[in-house]
């Protein structure tokens, strides 16, 4: 993106500043924001979230997960979100929660045309899978892993997941932004 894209401006605000600031924090017990920038923390630093800097991003995904790990408090379940999904909406939040609540023992996954998306939930039973991952390995492994293990929730609007990867979504982001 030629620049951090959380601090890119989205509505009165920032792509981090517009997700936070809209965020059901009722819905979670913990919110876990693990940044690199602190740009990033600054433009949030008003919000109810528990900071997590990330010394080392060259460490890949895996080590953000591992850092947010080691100071969650969650008992039941970890979801895992991106802040480069603004679209995503409270309704979408709290349908996945609802149907992690029906039975705790699966992974939570919301299903896009026939493709696995962002945010996941696992149950905390995965912690140590987690925890293990090496590199650039994400939740996709655990997930991959333990696919017996997977409830995939079918989701009807692909621009809610539009993570903001390249200028051209980011501008798609924007257009979309109400």
């Not at 997700?19 to 059901?24: A, D, G, I, V, Y």
């Not at 947010?68 to 039941?76: H, K, N």
């Not at 919301?110 to 925890?131: Q, W």
Request: proline share 5%; hydrophobic share 40%; net charge neutral.
């Amino acid at each position: 993106m030629g620049s951090n894209k959380l601090l890119l401006p989205l509505g009165k605000s920032t792509v981090i500043g517009s997700f936070l600031e809209s965020f059901p924090y009722e819905l979670f017990q913990q919110v876990i924001l693990v940044y690199t920038d602190e740009r990033v923390k600054a433009a949030v630093s008003h919000l109810p979230v528990t900071f997590c800097y990330n010394d080392t991003p060259g460490k890949g995904k895996s080590y953000s997960i591992r850092k947010g790990l080691t100071i969650s408090t969650a008992a039941d379940g970890i979801m895992f979100l991106v802040a480069d999904q603004p679209l995503l909406s409270r309704s979408t939040l709290a349908l996945l929660i609802s149907v992690f609540a029906q039975d705790r023992r699966f992974i939570v996954v919301p299903e896009i045309e026939g493709k696995n998306a962002n945010p996941v939930i696992f149950p905390c039973r995965f912690r140590n899978d987690l925890l293990s991952l090496k590199n650039d390995s994400g939740g996709k492994l655990v997930i991959a892993r333990h696919c017996n293990e997977v409830r995939s929730v079918v989701m009807h609007s692909a621009e809610e997941f539009i993570d903001i990867d390249t200028p051209q979504q980011y501008q798609q982001v924007v257009s979309l932004w109400s």
